[in-house]
């Protein structure tokens, strides 16, 4: 790979700001990942960050890759539309989880219920990360306490809370991607 040569890069790196070809020591913490975002094309923005949420787990490639074959010039919203109704679906799941959990009664069948639904839209959208936490946490409320099980979803939370700003941020670089159409 070629040094960048943009304005912004040469300047970072005249300010003693890291740099993987040049071994710069950092003085401004992530000066070059900021410097080098600007120069990186939308398109290649996009595939680092589908490439980091694959590597991490949090995204499976094969399904997410199979949702996104399923978008098509008659229906460019598809893949969008698709994430945010996740996205809404499974914030609306976890905050009813949260409340089932903080009463005194709770109904099992419905707690496990949910967590299938959860499981199921998770694995659905390539969210192989949430949709693990969902079996593990259906399977602890099996043998443990409310307190417990609540431990858990809101480990699930955070994770998808994670995963949401990613996913966000994927359909933000899309929208910008086909405004330059």
Known sequence: ????????????????????????RTELDGGWERARGDCMSLAEQIETLLSELFAQGSLDEE??????????????????EIITLYLEDTEGKLRSLREMLATQNVDHTELESIFHQLKGSSSSVGASEVAKLCVECRDLSL???PVEVAAAVDHIFQTFEELKTRLQQLLQLQSQLAAQS
């Open 1 to 24: 790979m070629s040094a960048c040569r943009c304005v912004t890069c040469l300047s970072s790196i005249l300010s003693n700001v890291s740099h993987p070809e040049f071994g710069l």
């Open 63 to 80: 399904q997410f890759s199979q949702l996104q074959m399923l978008q098509d010039e008659s229906n460019e919203g598809f893949l969008a």
């Open 143 to 145: 043998t443990k306490g």
